[in-house]
């Protein structure tokens, strides 16, 4: 799959933005209500603490109002607004009560790939900008605490809630997407379900197994795509399910582990939030400047995969 057409008219992202609800549970809080403790959790998956509360929308609309404040936009002037969501609060229509709720008013949809869902929002959303629109506020938002089994420890202490946003807009010049991969297999659905309404349903080791493959694979693909090597890469924004998953993907990739962008330890596994709130942490704290080479690489059930490679800024200015 495809390296940018040349000439494709290009997107830089303009504003971020990241929602968490106030409510925190640590690993010694869910080991008084399950046979768990904080060292298991803490050893098999590098989560010490999540945040759950609050709506999948509400979510979607604080992190959203923040991408568009530190992109000084009207929201009158956004063309589009994509919200990646796999626990919705409607069965339709998310993305259009975010629309709402900020005073926008254009085309508003939701988008459902699990937890891969920001990569292929992010996808559409430079699509969007090649066909003309100028400004289009992507979203990762998910209340999964609603859809987890709190009864079982083979799920609970993995997943949560937040959102984060990015505002894309048109740039002169080729913009930051320089390649991208999406990738799907429905014939591994089963290892890791939802039906509607919940609760998710696993078989970690298998999704493990699977997780670490295809995140290699899709990023392999980018970065090819692209024309680039592991060396080029300043920063790898990997999905945010599990730290033995990301040091295994980050090895294989030959990317050391100082590259990534890590916030699993305080959110959890928040699906389609992840990668958004893990890139605007490393924003946040100055890991980015101007030309750097930035991965982000996402799975989740389906299964599905996806990845980009974005030279940060547009690389005009460089
Ligand atoms: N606390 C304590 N013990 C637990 C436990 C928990 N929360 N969950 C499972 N165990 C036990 C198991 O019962 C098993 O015990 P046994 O050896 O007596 O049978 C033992 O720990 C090992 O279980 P296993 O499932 O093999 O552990 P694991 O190392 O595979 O870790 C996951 C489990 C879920 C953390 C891991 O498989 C994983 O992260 N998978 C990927 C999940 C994922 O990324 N999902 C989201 C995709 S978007």
Known sequence: MPATRPGARGAVVSGWGTALPEKVITNDELAATMDTSDEWIVARTGIRERRIGGSTVGLAVEAGRQAIEMAGLDPARIDGVVLATTSPDEQWGNAALVQNELGMR??????????????????????????????VLVIGAETLSRITDWDDRGTAPLFADGAGALVLESCEGPGQLLAWELDADGSALSI??????????????EVFRRAVRIMVDSAQKSMRHAGVTADDIALI???????????????????????????????????????????????????????????????????????CILRWGGGLDA
């Open 192 to 205: 890791l379900r939802s039906d509607v309404g919940g609760p998710i349903k696993m078989e970690g080791k």
């Open 237 to 307: 924004v990997p999905h945010q399910a599990n730290i033995r998953i990301i040091d295994a993907a980050c090895e294989r990739l030959g990317i050391e582990r100082e590259r990534a962008a890590v916030v699993l330890d305080r959110t959890g596994n928040t699906s389609s939030a992840s990668i958004p709130l893990a890139l605007a942490d490393a924003l946040d704290h100055g890991r980015v400047k101007n030309g750097d080479l930035v991965l982000l690489v996402g799975f989740g059930g389906g299964m599905t995969a996806g990845s």
């Open 106 to 135: 254009c085309g508003a949809f939701d988008v459902n790939a699990a937890c891969s869902g920001f990569m292929y929002a992010l996808i559409t959303a430079h699509g969007m900008i090649a066909m003309g629109a100028d400004r």
